[in-house]
């Protein structure tokens, strides 16, 4: 698995499983990726983290 295919295994599931539900557009879907990722302590960055190193108290 790719993560260009990614996307487009998550449009098919929405469609099949959600019918109604609205499609997000690419940028949209990545951007909730992102978000989930960074969000999650179990990837290693944690919000915390991120916030030290953005704030060069990262040591």
Known sequence: MTDESAYDRHVAYVRTDHPDAEVPTRREF???????????????FSPLLRYRYLNKGFR
């Not at 951007?31 to 969000?39: A, G, K, L, S």
């Open 30 to 44: 990545e951007r909730m990726r992102t978000d989930r990722r960074e969000n999650d302590p179990r990837q290693g």
